[in-house]
């Protein structure tokens, strides 16, 4: 786990002036961030989060907001709500070298986008056998600016079930 961790438990949660629902963009099963085989990632050098095994093919939008980084290489989305969380959601670990084979994109970057927006489709078979990790990584960029992060841990459905709830 990351230096400055923000994670926190039911029984310690801190004070806070909101909480703020972060729903599961994709089906699958929630797993520690420190699970994810990235050196960045765990280190929470790319904020703090979870890691998914993914259960399904599509991504959504877990709420209302804006792309605002989404490569060619399909690898990854950033997406900013209307109240400022940053959200990166990275489509398997070095994904990025396959150059998009595997994914397709259903938005672009700049895109408004409401929650439950279809954003990726993504070939699950494929990506488990050209990658050495299928696992996606869901971290919140900004996480040094929240009072701690509660994540789930259980299986989800996209758009059903909670990921994680954010203390501001």
Do not use: W
């Not at 907001?65 to 959200?87: A, N």
């Not at 994904?95 to 929650?115: H, I, N």
């Not at 996606?136 to 996480?143: G, K, M, Q």
């Amino acid at each position: 786990m990351g230096l400055f961790s923000k994670l926190v438990t039911g029984e310690n949660i801190p004070e806070h002036k909101a909480a703020v629902p972060i729903i599961s963009p994709l089906n699958g099963k929630i797993l520690p961030l420190d699970q994810y085989p990235c050196p960045i990632f765990k280190e929470r050098l790319m904020g703090e989060g979870v890691a998914l095994e993914p259960a399904g093919y599509q991504v959504f939008s877990p709420f209302d907001g804006l792309v605002e980084f989404y490569p060619r290489t399909s690898h990854q989305i950033r997406l900013k709500s209307k109240q400022g969380v940053k959200l990166l959601i990275q489509f398997g670990f070095e994904s990025d070298r396959l150059m998009g084979e595997g994914f397709r994109l259903k938005t672009k970057e700049g895109a408004k986008v409401s929650r439950g927006d279809l954003l990726l489709e993504f070939d699950l078979p494929k990506l488990k056998q050209k990658l050495n990790s299928h696992l996606f990584a869901v971290t919140i960029l900004n996480s040094q600016k929240l009072k701690g992060i509660l994540p789930q841990r259980q299986q989800v459905m996209a758009m059903q079930d909670l990921l994680m709830t954010l203390y501001v």
